[in-house]
């Protein structure tokens, strides 16, 4: 496929992170007009530092997620062909060079931390849409591929919440969707639940608060600010309209112990626009975000 195709066609990045308790977050790669290893970190009170050149293989839309207590990892992406590239993040939000990931290069996933010490990698598009998905152990090792439950898709996100679970949810199937897949302790996901709300793809999810996550913005069609918080139970709510710019394309992540942040992503152009999110997830209006505008990017918490 031509890079100028495949740009057309995707216009998502999902980014992931486990819920609240890692103090900080980092966004990281993504388009910018050409593809970019750049990072940004975000400190405790949610706000984004400059630019800092990212190491290893720049890529879009990728994904990212925090494990263990102080850690994250970004994943697979896109760079003139599918990647299994992955980069662990220390605690001090340094990026580490490539690991060759194992299973499936793809990109247009989604990723999410869960439990005390795991994430997981799930989903995306290789030549078609795929379901499959990639546990991370305590150490950052990307485990072979499972063959996911529910329906392939692309362009999804997925949040931890809860002490020790995850969701996916939303994306494209050849149509917009509301589908969410639950993830147990074990990384296990269940099969599709209809999820609630507009469908849309290229969203964000984040976890914040000590058990509650937050999936916003997207495309329906049109670019879209809605919100839909998801409680300790995993139950998905009714839209509320967001504030802010609408947008796609963008990333999402907990950080400190109760907040999140969404940020960047394409109204049409590129965007370093970031929003804040509450410990009781009401989503702040826009703040100019520092560093390059850029969409198709990944966040997740760290340290």
Partial sequence: MAFS?????????????????NPYAIFGYGYTGSIVSMTNKVDSSGTVA????????????????????????????????????????????TVAT?????????????????????????????????????????????????????????????????????????????????????????????????????????????????????FGYGNSGSNTSMTNKVDSSGTVATDTTGVGTARNALAAAGYGSNKAIFGYGTTGSNTSITNKVDNTGTVATDTTGVGTARNQLAAAGYG
């Avoid at 692309?154 to 639950?182: C, E, M, V």
């Fill in 5 to 21: 195709s495949l740009r057309s066609l995707m216009g998502a990045s999902s980014g992931g992170g486990g819920g609240g308790g």
């Fill in 50 to 93: 400059t630019d800092t050149t990212g190491v290893g293989s720049a890529r879009y839309p990728l994904a990212a997620a925090g494990y263990g207590s102080d850690k994250a990892i970004f994943g697979y992406g896109w760079t003139d062909s599918n990647t299994s590239i992955t980069n662990k993040v220390d605690s001090s939000g």
């Fill in 98 to 214: 490539d690991t060759t990931g194992v299973g499936t290069a793809r990109h247009a996933l989604a990723a999410a931390g869960y439990g005390s010490d795991k994430a997981i990698f799930g989903y995306g598009w290789t030549d078609s849409i795929v379901s499959m998905t990639n546990k991370v152990d305590s150490s950052g090792t990307v485990a072979t591929d499972t063959t996911g439950v529910g329906s392939a898709r692309r362009k999804l996100a997925a949040a931890g919440y809860g002490s020790d679970k995850a969701i996916f949810g939303y994306g494209w199937t050849g149509s917009n969707t509301s589908i969410t897949n639950k993830v147990d302790s074990s990384g296990t996901v269940a099969t599709d639940t209809t999820g609630v709300g507009t469908a849309r793809n290229g969203i964000a999810a984040a976890g914040y608060g000590t058990d509650k996550a937050i």
